[in-house]
């Protein structure tokens, strides 16, 4: 049995990110959002993505004719990123303060990553950064979770095989019901036939409801809020706990 930091579990498992993603469909994700952009953007095509790991999206948008180009802290993710996306480009930088060469058509932040941002303040910086980065008419796109509808019981699993090891993947959100900060709780198992090791991960996240996150994105932008259904754009149900945020640039 073994455990480690979660620094160096986001840095040593860089090489297992995509097996433990390996149920999203990114194709219909990214697809998802290019029709949210014919529809409120301003037909650019430039776009950034934040947060994005190993460039799963990113290589979705180029081959759909974009210039996309890829964020995030973690400088391994980025170097998986560059193998498979070796027209991007990609640079090691906080979302919650970054800056752009030249103004963006869109900018994206899949897989809930928005909450990285880890506490309010940060998440004021973020928003007010993909602003000064958009061009006028340009679109921010991303989805998030509702902290007043989060089940702390609730919990995601799945199973991969590499290498002759199975892993197996949990995560669930947790929120202690007031205040600005949730967690989202990882575990990865790995069996061999000689061991075991499991991991153990907890990563502070801000929390926010879906009201205070209008609040704060509506001096920035006009703001379209649709229910997490990749296969059709549906307006939001009173009873949905996440949600898709589509935000155009005044």
């Given amino acids: 049995m073994a455990t480690i930091s979660s620094n160096a579990l986001y840095t040593d498992l860089s090489g297992y990110y995509d097996l433990m993603c390996i149920d999203i469909n990114y194709k219909a994700q990214s697809d998802y959002v290019r029709r949210l952009h014919q529809l409120f953007g301003n037909n650019g095509t430039r776009h950034l993505d934040l947060a994005c790991g190993t460039g799963p999206h990113i290589r979705h948008f180029i081959d759909s004719g974009f210039q996309s180009n890829g964020l995030d802290l973690n400088q391994p993710m980025l170097e998986l990123a560059k193998i498979r996306c070796p027209e991007a480009s990609f640079d090691l930088q906080n979302m919650c303060d970054f800056k752009v060469d030249q103004p963006l058509d869109l900018i994206t932040c899949f897989l809930y990553s928005i909450h990285y941002c880890g506490n309010i303040e940060n998440l004021k910086r973020c928003i007010a950064s993909v602003h000064a980065a958009l061009k006028e008419g340009g679109v921010f796109c991303f989805n998030t979770v509702e902290k007043t509808k989060i089940n702390n019981n609730s919990f995601m699993r799945h199973a991969s095989d590499l290498d002759n ?86």
Wanted: aromatic share 16%; charged share 25%; hydrophobic share 35%.
């Fill in 165 to 250: 090891s199975q892993f197996v993947f949990k995560s669930g959100w947790y929120y202690s019901g007031e205040g600005d900060r949730q967690t989202l709780k990882l575990s990865i198992e790995k069996n061999t036939a000689e061991q075991t090791q499991y991991w153990e991960d907890e990563h502070p996240m801000v929390a926010v409801s879906f009201d205070e996150l209008k609040a704060l994105l509506e001096p920035y932008f006009d703001v379209h809020v649709f229910e997490h259904d990749y296969d059709k754009i549906l307006p939001l149900p009173e009873t949905s706990g996440n949600a898709i945020f589509t935000c155009v640039k005044r």
